[in-house]
């Protein structure tokens, strides 16, 4: 699977990346369909302090694509719940196509 990383307002991180992408490969070896991976990182103002790291991971796989966003006081958070609503999508995706 290829994975693309953009940083708007936040500063590239290596480590960020190497999260993100144990956690998509992994995401990949149990469903072989996702062919690619964008991950967007960004920084919103806003009042509350529990939220404004954002982390929108879009994959494209045969039919439309997924799409999932989260936003926490730190990226890891965000990260890992944009997999998990990935993960629910991408079981959903397979159930809908074994029953074709």
Do not use: W
């Not at 998990?84 to 074709?100: H, I, N």
């Amino acid at each position: 699977m290829q994975i693309i990383f953009e940083y708007h307002d936040v500063q590239a991180s290596e480590s960020l990346e190497k999260l993100t992408r144990e956690k998509l490969e992994k995401l990949g070896e149990k469903f072989e369909m996702v062919i690619r991976g964008d991950v967007f990182f960004k920084v919103e103002n806003t009042t509350s302090d529990e939220t404004g790291k954002i982390c929108n991971i879009r994959l494209s796989l045969p039919g439309p694509r997924l799409f999932a966003e989260a936003s926490h006081d730190n990226f890891p958070d965000s990260i890992s719940e944009s997999i998990s609503d990935l993960e629910r999508q991408l079981r959903k995706r397979k159930d809908k196509m074994k029953t074709f």
